[in-house]
């Protein structure tokens, strides 16, 4: 085999299959059907003489020879990337670009205000659409180009550039005037204390419910809503409580209460992401710089 009988297209979804470990979402991150993608790989085994992936019950695994071929494969398709990136270059004020973003619905409360009178002021015609994905698919996301970044919390997320955004932690927020923030308490006191409140919880933050479990609040919860940004309202209504990342509870309007108990593992960082594939890219590179003009601590 030579190099010029394989197709560059052939070496994309080899790479889209590794990372992916799944024929179904390599097709749809290239935006290729099924039968193309199958096609593409007979193809391409042809070609190297080897069977490249074998079917298991969760998708596909690699070959040893597929093994060796992923490393030099990705390594070359990011310095083609990288040497187009550089050539094409990005201009911000005339640029009608989509930029896809991975953020919870906190997460675009703290960040996307700021964000798009940034953009309105600098790059008028990019767009911005936040694309939440499950967050042990955030690196896979990044790196077949669904997403260009992901904000958050998100140690889970190991193959990815990254850079710190901020540091916070987990605080209770409580209507003003709530008999419990009267009380001046610190310490072990203040913890134990915690027993006294009823709480509300959202269901798709997993840290927030594992401070609950980790203090056997369970029993004290009496409401589990889906989305954090209603919280404020709730807690203004009633006299529920709720854990919640502090630089989210100061930002909101008067009328709430915040009592900083030392939970375990409290303290978390806020961090951009970014694959290495997009490196060099020119528009990916003007908006990390951008965000880490804005927020970066």
């Known amino acids: 085999m030579q190099l010029k009988d394989i197709d560059l297209n052939l070496l994309r979804l080899f790479d889209a299959v590794c990372r992916t470990r799944n024929v179904s979402r390599a097709a749809e991150s290239l935006d290729l059907t099924q039968p193309a993608a199958s096609q593409g790989l007979s193809r391409l085994r042809t070609l190297i003489h080897d069977p490249l992936f ?41 640029s009608t670009r989509t930029f896809h973003i991975h953020m919870s619905d906190i997460g675009e409360g703290r960040f996307l205000p700021e964000l798009m009178v940034a953009l309105r002021e600098r790059a008028p015609g990019v767009r911005v659409e936040t694309r939440p994905v499950p967050r042990d698919q955030v690196g896979e996301a990044l790196d077949a180009g669904r997403i260009d970044l992901a904000f958050g919390f998100l140690p889970m997320v190991k193959e990815t550039q990254r850079v710190k955004l901020l540091e916070d932690r987990y605080v209770v927020l409580l209507r003003k005037g709530h008999p419990f923030a009267r009380k001046r308490r610190t310490g072990a006191a203040l913890l134990e204390a915690l027993r006294e409140l009823e709480f509300v919880a959202v269901r798709s933050h997993a840290d927030t419910l594992r401070i609950v479990q980790q203090m056997q609040l369970e029993e004290r919860l009496r409401l589990v809503t889906e989305h954090f940004m209603v919280l404020p309202a709730i807690v203004l209504a009633t006299d529920l409580a709720a854990i919640m990342p502090r630089n989210i509870a100061r930002g909101f309007s008067g009328g709430h209460a915040i009592v900083e108990p030392q939970f375990p593992q409290r303290d978390f960082v806020v961090s951009l992401h970014w694959s290495r594939r997009f490196e060099a890219d020119a528009g990916n590179r003007w908006l990390r710089a951008l965000v880490e003009e804005l927020f970066r601590q």
């Open 54 to 94: 074998m079917r298991t019950a969760g998708g596909v695994q690699p070959t040893p020879k597929a093994q060796r071929l992923a490393g030099p494969v990705r390594q070359a398709l990011a310095t083609l990337e990288q040497a187009l990136g550089e050539s094409a270059g990005f201009e911000p004020a005339r």
